[in-house]
């Protein structure tokens, strides 16, 4: 693979996405402003790409459709004694590059025009008030639309770094995970991602939540203290780990509330089609893991059965009436 090829496909595929927005322009700004802005045992989910076919397990409208996740990643076998060291790597390359080309193709055409119809139809009906009364969504679609509307405004740049950078993508986006589209994140970066949640929610714990606050009953947002929320966005990755949190107040007190705010609708909303889609039992593994980083659960060394079970736990907790923020204040046990 030559670094003029790599060029190239990523040109293409950048100047496509380009005009793809320019014509899109309406449905993107739609889903922009009306969706909210993830033991020794081996964990369930593996670090290999997802499968590139359906499983017919969970053929439900519970699950996304496959083009809104990572794109599958075929690299060869470890090299063997003999083997080309210019040929071993040449596949290793040719192997990324086509992830790549298919994560962009998703992100920047599928899922575009997947989203389209729902689109329209979420706008007739004014947002989430419309969908829940209509009863007419499924979580596959609310799920299209979230991951649609957060690859669609990384690609642009996503494309100059893969423009840049070739073949040695894989190697640089460990820095700007933040900008890689959800279709083109690699089994790594999404346990990296998941390590760095991990520790910045056990930090916050320990060494940032007043211990008054810890496990106390609260009945809303606006009951939270400040740092209280700074905890509960640290919880479900609403700002970034780069910014400090003692400055946070500074320039960002209105806006972290209002995407908590926002935040709170998407997960009862996701609550309730998980519910409607079959429950807990019909999410593939990798679906499993998303709800569940999306909520706050810890994931890592945990096997399917167990996550499944907490996830069942976080319904009938919300059944219960139990909040989202008791929940994410709550010491961890596990």
């Given at each position: 693979m030559t670094s003029t090829a790599t060029t190239l496909v990523a040109g293409k595929v950048a100047a496509a996405a380009t005009a793809a927005a320019a014509r899109g322009r309406p449905a993107v700004r739609g889903v922009f402003t009306l969706l909210p802005l993830q033991s020794k045992k081996?964990?369930?989910?593996?670090?290999?790409?997802a499968p590139s076919q359906p499983d017919p397990r969970y053929d439900s409208p519970i699950n996304a459709p496959l083009s809104t996740l990572p794109a599958h990643l075929d690299l060869p076998p470890p090299r063997k004694p003999g083997e080309s060291l210019f040929g071993y790597y040449f596949k290793i390359g040719k192997g990324?590059?086509?992830?790549?080309?298919?994560?962009?193709?998703?992100?920047?055409?599928?899922?575009?025009?997947?989203?389209?119809?729902?689109?329209?139809?979420?706008?007739?009906?004014?947002?989430?008030?419309?969908?829940?009364q209509n009863k007419w969504i499924t979580r596959s679609d609310l799920?299209?639309?979230?991951?649609?509307?957060?690859?669609?405004?990384?690609?642009?740049?996503?494309?100059?770094l893969f423009t840049v950078c070739g073949e040695f993508t894989p190697f640089v986006v460990a820095l700007f995970s933040n900008i890689v589209p959800i279709t083109c994140r690699i089994p790594s970066q999404i346990e990296s991602d998941r390590k760095k949640r991990e520790r910045r929610i056990k930090a916050s714990f320990e060494a940032f939540l007043p211990s008054t606050s810890i496990n106390r009953p609260v009945e809303g947002l606006d009951k939270l203290t400040w740092k209280e929320k700074v905890h509960c966005s640290t919880v479900v990755g609403r700002h970034s780990?780069?910014?400090?949190?003692?400055?946070?107040?500074l320039p960002f007190g209105f806006v972290l509330h209002k995407r908590l705010s926002r935040y709170e609708v998407y997960i009862s909303t996701d609550d309730l089609l998980i519910a409607k889609g079959g429950g807990v039992m019909k999410l593939s593994p990798p679906e499993l893991g998303i709800a569940c980083v999306d909520r706050g659960i810890r994931?890592?060394?945990?096997?399917?059965?167990?996550?499944?079970?907490?996830?069942?736990?976080?319904?009938?907790?919300?059944?219960?009436?139990?909040?989202?923020?008791?929940?994410?204040?709550?010491?961890?046990?596990?």
């Open positions: 081996k964990a369930f989910y593996s670090t290999s790409s990324y590059l086509s992830f790549y080309k298919t994560g962009l193709k998703n992100a920047a055409w599928v899922n575009p025009r997947l989203a389209g119809p729902v689109m329209s139809r979420w706008r007739d009906d004014r947002g989430y008030a419309g969908i829940v799920q299209l639309l979230k991951r649609n509307q957060h690859d669609f405004r990384r690609i642009p740049l996503f494309a100059v780990g780069l910014w400090p949190s003692r400055i946070l107040p994931v890592l060394g945990k096997s399917e059965q167990q996550l499944r079970a907490e996830l069942q736990r976080w319904l009938t907790d919300s059944k219960k009436g139990i909040t989202i923020w008791e929940r994410w204040l709550a010491l961890p046990t596990s």
